[in-house]
């Protein structure tokens, strides 16, 4: 089965700051996306950002941008400019070769005004 | 688009006794299904998923069952609860090929006293 390691528990960034949350994977499969997902105090899982494996190009959606290094299997997710709202726990997803879904331990992003 | 009911949104039992967790979909047909726990500020432990009505994987020996007795019925159940089965209970789905993202409910917080 796959794992997906996040290796640091608690981030701070200062408002308007850019902070990278770290997270590698383990996969016997070829074709992947990658997922990070946001988990606000409310508890509501939100989908930040997805990764397709066989793509070279980091995916980027506003703010969020990710640095995808396949070799290593390394799935990085950087925040650039970052808002109070971005404070939460997140999380880094690996879908497997039976339909299962993997989650990292997650990472609780602080943000100071 | 999808939509995934789960309920009841917060639950307290006494040890001892039986769990019903229901989560329904609409919006799709024959979706991949999952229950995760979340232990307090901890990560999604995968419980059981499943591709199809009466096919069910456990992930992890435990206390608790899972049953699909509908395409867009997916519960979790238990004979006896113990204080350790307490925590917030995710519902998910998954579209049709296996790299699509996942889609979450709004969680079920249970304790057991």
């Known amino acids: 089965a796959q794992t997906v390691t996040q290796s640091q528990p608690e981030m701070s960034v200062q408002e308007a700051e850019t902070v990278t949350l770290s997270c590698t994977y383990d996969?016997?499969?070829?074709?992947?996306?990658l997922f990070w997902y946001k988990q606000p105090p409310s508890r509501q899982m939100i989908l930040v950002i997805r990764?397709?494996?066989?793509?070279?190009q980091n995916a980027t959606e506003n703010r969020f941008s990710v640095n995808f290094q396949k070799a290593a299997k390394s799935f990085s997710l950087k925040i650039s400019d970052s808002q109070l709202g971005d404070a939460a726990m997140y999380f880094c997803?690996?879908?497997?070769?039976?339909?299962?879904?993997?989650f990292g331990a997650g990472t609780r992003l602080t943000v100071k005004p | 688009s999808q939509t995934i009911h789960q309920w009841p949104a917060t639950l307290v039992q006494p040890v001892g006794s039986p769990l019903s967790l229901e989560c329904t979909v609409e919006?799709?047909?024959?979706?991949?299904l999952y229950w995760y726990r979340q232990a307090a500020g901890r990560g999604l432990q995968l419980l059981f998923y499943?591709?199809?009505?009466?096919?069910i994987s456990s992930e992890v020996p435990q206390n608790l069952s899972a049953s699909r007795p509908q395409d867009r019925q997916f519960i979790l159940s238990s004979k006896k609860l113990l204080l350790s089965d307490s925590g917030f209970y995710l519902c998910?789905?998954?579209?049709?090929?296996?790299?699509?993202?996942?889609?979450f409910g709004q969680g079920t917080r249970l304790t057991v006293v």
């Open positions: 997803a690996c879908p497997g070769g039976n339909n299962d879904m993997r």
């Open positions: 499943s591709v199809g009505i009466g096919q």
């Open positions: 996969t016997s499969e070829s074709d992947y996306y």
């Open positions: 998910a789905l998954r579209r049709g090929p296996k790299n699509t993202e996942a889609f």
């Open positions: 990764q397709e494996a066989y793509k070279q």
């Open positions: 919006g799709t047909s024959n979706p991949n």
